[in-house]
């Protein structure tokens, strides 16, 4: 029975030592960290709402706490729309249905070793260019680690090929 037990605490810290990471900035933007070939990416996970919707050529800037602003320009290169539906009957006989569907958006942009290295400063600000309003903010919960959680999480990269670090 121990033997049983260990075996499932090591398979969960293993599955749970090579799940990506998401960094949220507010209720509709999530980066999370990504490197291919030698290359490193910051990916930007972005839910559609009635003012911010992401644009194809996707910019992101962010003000680090030293006033420097790193910007980031890349594409958005896959999206996914969840429809949902509630029915509600009125109890007369008839019911009537509530639907939506909501829209994700996954944006990939280049990020330099020393912009990744900049990160460690800290995050001031995020400002991304959705229409028609721009989505910025400056106070969201995990501010003050922000920056250091995607430095860190870029030293945890590992290669494509092997378990070996990319960074």
């Known amino acids: 029975m121990k033997k049983l037990i260990l075996l499932l605490l090591i398979m969960t810290s293993a599955t749970l030592a090579s799940a990506v990471e998401f960094r949220s900035v507010g209720s509709n933007a999530e980066f999370n960290v990504y490197t291919f070939d030698g290359k490193y990416y910051l990916i930007l996970t972005f839910k559609d709402d009635g003012i911010n919707r992401l644009t194809n050529h996707t910019t992101v800037k962010i003000v680090l706490t030293d006033?420097?602003?790193?910007?980031?320009?890349?594409?958005?290169?896959?999206?996914?729309?969840d429809m949902n539906s509630t029915?509600?009957?009125n109890g007369f006989g008839s019911s009537f249905t509530i639907g939506g569907s909501?829209?994700?958006h996954y944006a990939i942009f280049p990020i330099t070793e020393e912009q990744i290295e900049s990160l460690n400063i800290?995050?001031?600000r995020?400002?991304?260019?959705?229409i028609p309003e721009v989505y910025k903010r400056s106070?969201?919960?995990g501010k003050k680690n922000f920056g250091q959680n995607l430095y860190n999480d870029f030293k945890n990269l590992?290669?494509?090929?092997?378990?070996?670090?990319?960074y």
């Open 67 to 81: 006033g420097t602003i790193i910007r980031l320009d890349g594409i958005n290169a896959s999206s996914s729309t």
């Open 87 to 89: 029915s509600f009957y």
């Open 102 to 104: 909501d829209d994700k």
């Open 122 to 124: 800290g995050v001031e």
């Open 126 to 130: 995020v400002a991304i260019n959705t």
């Open 139 to 141: 106070k969201w919960s």
């Open 158 to 166: 590992r290669d494509e090929l092997t378990d070996d670090p990319t």
